[in-house]
Antibody, heavy 115, light 112 residues
Framework: QVQLQQSGAELTKPGSSVKISCKASGYTFTSYDISWIKQRPGQALEWIGAINPGSGGTGYNEKFKGKATLTVDKSSSTAFMQLSSLTPEDTAVYYC????????WGQGVMVTVSS | DVVMTQTPVSMSVSLGGQVSISCRSSQSLVHNNGNTYLSWYIQKPSQSPQLLIYKVSNRFSGISDRFSGSGSGTDFTLKISRVEPDDLGVYYCGQGTQYPYTFGAGTKLELK
């Protein structure tokens, strides 16, 4: 069965960077785009961007250009998202999800930015 | 960006009852290829969102036929019949016709 296993919670300081991962299993890794979605506490969902694992091609929400960088490692079927220049407004749960309709989701990673 | 407006913000329902949630988009969601990429998700407490319906009316794998989606253009509806305890949570509509993908603010379904 399709599974997206995300890395553990992160506690980071303002101005730093963090890289979180999403390990895929149960399907051919290059078959579906992988999207990343942000959810601030008690808030709705925001699409950050997506990566095509086969080509490495990316598409970003303008709001997150310069903030998020998406990459993949095909050898380990893992997608990564690096968030840079962190501020308290980046405190959120970050999900990965696959497919055009976002059919399968990871369990989410809580990133806390605090001094 | 396409703005997705959901109503109501919250609603109460009795077990076994029926509810409808509305989602309106600021632009037509009909893609150049003729498909309409409107989806519905449920986020149960402390869980990740789960896809219920895609392309307006198609139930995702394993989703009960108590869930149905309808609509066209800019107006869409999710109906849930014979509500069960496991249906409680926040429902989101989302559009993938035009990037960036955007979501509604959510509708919280609670027990009456």
């Amino acid at each position: 069965q399709v599974q997206l296993q995300q890395s553990g919670a992160e506690l980071t300081k303002p101005g730093s960077s963090v890289k979180i991962s999403c390990k895929a299993s149960g399907y051919t890794f290059t078959s579906y785009d992988i999207s990343w979605i942000k959810q601030r506490p008690g808030q709705a969902l925001e699409w950050i961007g997506a990566i095509n694992p086969g080509s490495g091609g990316t598409g970003y929400n303008e709001k997150f250009k310069g903030k998020a960088t998406l990459t993949v490692d095909k050898s380990s079927s893992t997608a990564f998202m690096q968030l840079s220049s962190l501020t308290p407004e980046d405190t959120a749960v970050y999900y990965c999800a696959i497919g055009g309709e976002l059919g399968y989701w990871g369990q989410g990673v809580m990133v806390t930015v605090s001094s | 960006d396409v703005v997705m407006t959901q109503t109501p913000v919250s609603m109460s329902v009795s077990l076994g009852g029926q509810v409808s949630i509305s989602c309106r988009s600021s632009q037509s969601l009909v893609h150049n290829n003729g498909n309409t990429y409107l989806s519905w998700y449920i986020q149960k407490p402390s869980q990740s969102p789960q896809l219920l319906i895609y392309k307006v009316s198609n139930r995702f794998s394993g989703i009960s036929d108590r869930f149905s989606g309808s609509g066209s253009g800019t107006d869409f509806t999710l109906k849930i019949s014979r509500v069960e305890p496991d249906d409680l949570g926040v429902y989101y509509c989302g559009q993938g016709t035009q990037y960036p993908y955007t979501f509604g603010a959510g509708t919280k379904l609670e027990l009456k």
